[in-house]
């Protein structure tokens, strides 16, 4: 059995002032998943957990870089308000974001008012960061993060605090705000291949979430990579679509440039909203329900044992690949990456992952069955 949404409100009012007070005492007890979802409790069960949304996609088929993609984009997601939800504060959204390309004139002239000199495009990677808002463990998980990064043999260029206002955003959002920074990795002179380079910052990913995901300083406080690319740059949250624009300023900066954009406007149905669990996420922004989750996730857990790649040396490094709290969204994009950095090509990952209907059809090729 399900509990609705309406349901858990009811039962927040049991114990708690508002939905505000109940988020930052799980918080405080450390109560929450790292994706901000509590434990199993009466008739909830986290595992129960679906996504159905809004998304939307814009693109310069000629691959020419503008704000005016970006502008757009947002009018998109601002017009897929309806296919979002909010709390039991209107404006308290379920989550909304955007994933472009890497704004590299952009993030150039901003890293150089803090000191940060970017080289080329590919040569360094960019993420967003969700930190604990208590300053000792923020900082131990950006110790644990450099640290990796060094082991990793790669270089650390700076951090960069993200502008923020979330003055439109209700009071259970904020009650679980993270700290929201960006980190810049420069690319060891030795890794000749952009895609080489992609999967390093892969493999430094998985390792800081697994490490700092067992460490104290997680503990139920948030921590979350929305992004860690040369490739791309995400801004998301737990937001409705109209504050998007208003909770991060730098994409409304006309030199914030992107031939495409992806958007997600979430309704996380049946389920708690959290910061982290917000789309796009690091490949795809889904929109529906995906019922086989409990299977797929032990059938992949099942399979690492057999994994094996030269892309990827020393798999286990970063298994398990699936991150258990995550929503069946978090969990496809978890394994879907996973197989696109072991070399897959994307559009065969993305088959492998929702293959076509096989059974009874005649005139599909028993070769084709196989696959």
């Known amino acids: 059995m399900y509990t609705g949404r309406k349901t858990l409100s009811r039962l927040y009012r049991l114990s708690y002032r508002n939905e505000e007070d109940f988020v930052s005492d799980q918080l405080d007890r450390g109560a929450l998943s790292p994706f901000g979802l509590p434990p199993p409790q009466g008739l909830y069960d986290p595992a129960h957990e679906h996504d159905a949304c809004g998304v939307g996609f814009v693109v310069d088929i000629k691959g020419r870089k503008s704000h005016a993609i970006v502008q757009q984009s947002l009018t998109v997601l601002k017009n897929l308000l309806h296919r979002g939800a909010c709390g039991c504060e209107p404006n308290t959204g379920d989550g909304a974001g955007i994933t472009i390309q890497m704004p590299h004139r952009f993030l150039t002239r901003e890293c150089a008012k803090i000191g940060i000199t970017l080289p080329a495009p590919k040569h360094y990677g960019a993420g967003l960061v969700f930190l604990p808002t208590n300053p000792t463990q923020a900082a131990r998980c950006q110790t644990i993060f450099e640290q990796i990064i060094r082991e990793e043999g790669q270089t650390l260029l700076g951090w960069r605090d993200v502008p923020t206002d979330d003055s439109p955003i209700g009071p259970s959002a904020k009650a679980a705000e993270p700290v929201i920074k960006q980190i810049f990795i420069g690319r060891n002179p030795s890794i000749a291949d952009d895609r080489a380079f992609e999967r390093k910052l892969y493999v430094i990913r998985k390792r800081v979430e697994h490490a700092v995901f067992g460490s104290p300083e997680q503990n139920g406080k948030p921590f979350h990579l929305p992004s860690l690319s040369s490739n791309t740059l995400i801004y998301k949250g737990m937001l409705s679509a109209d504050q998007i624009e ?126």
């Open 246 to 371: 208003t909770m991060f300023p730098d994409i409304v900066d006309p030199a914030i440039e992107s031939a495409l954009a992806l958007v997600h406007q979430r309704f996380s149905t049946n389920t708690f909203p959290s910061w982290p669990l917000a789309h796009p996420y690091r490949y795809i922004a889904h929109n529906g329900e995906i019922n086989t989750l409990r299977g797929n996730i032990n059938w992949m857990h099942a399979r690492e044992a057999l994994c094996e790649t030269e892309l990827l040396p020393d798999l286990k490094r970063i298994f398990p690949i699936v991150l258990e709290g995550g929503s069946d969204s978090a969990i496809f994009d978890n394994v879907l990456e996973f197989l696109v950095m072991a070399g897959r090509p994307l559009p065969h990952a993305v088959l492998m992952m929702i293959p076509e209907a096989w059974s009874g059809h005649e005139s599909m090729s028993e070769e084709r069955k196989a696959f």
